[in-house]
């Protein structure tokens, strides 16, 4: 069984800039691919970020294209989220996701195995 857990959102102005962790349990994270998503009230998840087993690939939405950075240290069963220059349509509740069975990165939902319970990111205007 694998569980994730996910920190360090807040409120922040809009401009600003948050880290967020994803802590794994379980399994071998090393071989996961991992992803971070977001559900912004009354709209559909949707997909930011992707990151490869070693790291070596990185995949973003549009939306978030240039602004976050997602990273990983296998070392310490973790996967980053790094943004800046937030925005308020960046406002949502953000969710880690770990993909165990395959090799390449999709930005589907469906593709991921695992969840975390989420947390929120408030972007003030």
Same mark, same amino acid.
């Given at each position: ?7 360090? !959102?807040?409120?922040? +102005? %809009?401009? *600003?800039?948050? $880290?967020?962790?994803? #802590? @794994? ?5 090393? &071989?996961?691919?991992? !992803?971070?998503?977001? +559900? %912004?009230? *009354?709209?559909? $998840?949707?997909?930011? #970020? @992707? ?5 070596? &690939? ?16 296998? #070392? ?50």
């Amino acid at each position: 069984q694998v569980q994730l857990v996910e920190s360090g !959102g807040g409120l922040v +102005q %809009a401009g *600003g800039s948050l $880290r967020l962790s994803c #802590a @794994a349990s379980g399994g071998t994270f090393s &071989r996961y691919v991992m !992803g971070w998503f977001r +559900q %912004a009230p *009354g709209k559909e $998840r949707e997909f930011v #970020a @992707a990151i490869s087993w070693s790291g070596g &690939r990185t995949y973003y939405s549009d939306s978030v294209k240039g602004r976050f950075t997602i990273s990983r240290d296998n #070392a310490k069963n973790t996967v980053y989220l790094q943004m800046n220059s937030l925005k308020p349509d960046d406002t949502a509740v953000y969710y880690c996701a770990a993909d165990l069975h395959s090799t390449a990165v999709f930005t589907t939902g469906r593709r991921y195995d695992y969840w975390g319970q989420g947390t929120q990111v408030t972007v003030s205007s």
